[in-house]
């Protein structure tokens, strides 16, 4: 079975993409190759990962009609027209999201290939709801997707895939404890607050943490590893004089994000789906705080749906004060049973092995049924 993935721009497309083309491989012998932006995320970590990647000149389009959104389609329209070979030769095509998968889609609408789509985010991308309408299926994370797609589109709940370390925390969490406690140098009698803004870092959590020190300064039993963004530790650190009896660890890039989830008591964290794939996987209650910025703001949807569920608390980003974050941090350690039930309510919605109902729904469009 021949493969081909298309789309990316940011590392939360590309990890995902990536495990169900390891899955693929591993059960059905599948040869997978991708197709991305040449100055994408997708460039650097495809090849990296042993698969081979071809660049295409894609830039991403504006929701409004300009002059660097029509510019943008042109360009869409040449690379669909020198990736159609290869999509041509294909037993299916995934498309991953991002306008990066705009050539793909367009060149198995071509082609007539069988097009399978990942949406990752409970709003729909412009690129996956326009190729919804050809797409032989639509692998989605959040149940409220659906409602965002045409009308007689086919979709699935696979979830999003993490990483196999991620999802081997559950079982293996009393002994990545002790590790992460040597690895960030944590207190065993503390309670542990890991605060996430994603790879990148957030300035707004960096900031209402620095500014939460001195009020908790007094607080034996708390411990705060704080994810700042490669680069951004600096703020924080000015401040750990003041930390009084608080332990306080700004951390540029967590590297074993297995061992930051393992530990966590609770998590503050920014709300992108493979966030929330990692958190609700590991079973971690959560006080969300939605990126407010995002694409047609679908991090507070991603968040709402889990908040319906019992798995996470919301705090808009507008409403996070230094005071709200000791607020919420409190109420949530002080009340074990709400933890426990918000930490059932996140395995129950998570999908472990995404990667492989992913890659058992490809090979099925692969040999003409769904």
Do not use: K
Request: charged share 25%.
């Amino acid at each position: 079975m021949n493969v081909v993935v298309a789309g990316g721009g940011t590392a939360g497309h590309v990890f995902p993409a990536i495990a169900m083309a390891d899955a693929l491989r591993e059960r059905h012998g599948a040869t997978v190759e991708f197709l991305g932006a040449a100055d994408g995320q997708e460039a650097r970590l495809v090849p990296a990962a042993g698969y081979p990647f071809t660049p295409l000149r894609i830039r991403s389009a504006q929701t409004r009609v300009s002059m660097r959104s029509l510019g943008a389609l042109r360009m869409a329209r040449a690379a669909a027209v020198r990736c159609r070979p290869q999509v041509a030769w294909a037993d299916v095509v995934v498309g991953i999201g991002g306008f990066a998968s705009a050539p793909g889609a367009m060149a198995a609408r071509r082609t007539r290939r069988p097009l399978v789509l990942i949406e990752q985010n409970s709003v729909p991308g412009v690129v996956n709801r326009i190729a919804a309408r050809w797409a032989r299926v639509v692998a989605v994370v959040f149940e409220a997707t659906t409602a965002s797609l045409p009308p007689r589109v086919r979709t699935e709940r696979t979830g999003n895939p993490v990483r196999r370390e991620i999802v081997a925390v559950p079982s293996r969490r009393p002994a990545l404890i002790e590790e992460a406690r040597r690895c960030f140098g944590l207190d065993a009698d503390r309670r542990t607050v890991v605060v996430l803004g994603g790879s990148q870092g957030a300035q707004h959590l960096d900031e209402v943490v620095a500014r939460a020190i001195e009020p908790l300064r007094d607080r034996r039993d708390l411990q705060l590893v704080v994810s700042t963004g490669p680069g951004r530790e600096s703020p924080l650190e000015a401040v750990l004089p003041d930390a009084g009896d608080l332990l306080v660890r700004p951390i540029g890039f967590i590297e074993r994000m297995d061992l930051a989830l393992a530990v966590a008591d609770v998590a503050v964290a920014r709300s992108g789906a493979g966030q929330i794939a990692e958190l609700t996987v590991c079973g971690v209650p959560a006080i969300l705080v939605p990126y407010p910025h995002a694409t047609e703001n679908h991090q507070e949807a991603n968040a709402r749906e889990l908040e319906r569920l019992g798995a996470a608390e919301i705090v808009l980003d507008v409403d996070l004060t230094p005071a709200r974050f000791v607020e919420r941090i409190d109420a949530l350690l002080g009340d074990p049973a709400r933890r426990a039930a918000m930490a059932d309510a996140a395995a129950r919605w998570a999908r472990p092995d995404a990667d492989d109902r992913l890659a058992d729904l490809v090979a099925a469009a692969a040999g003409g049924s769904v």
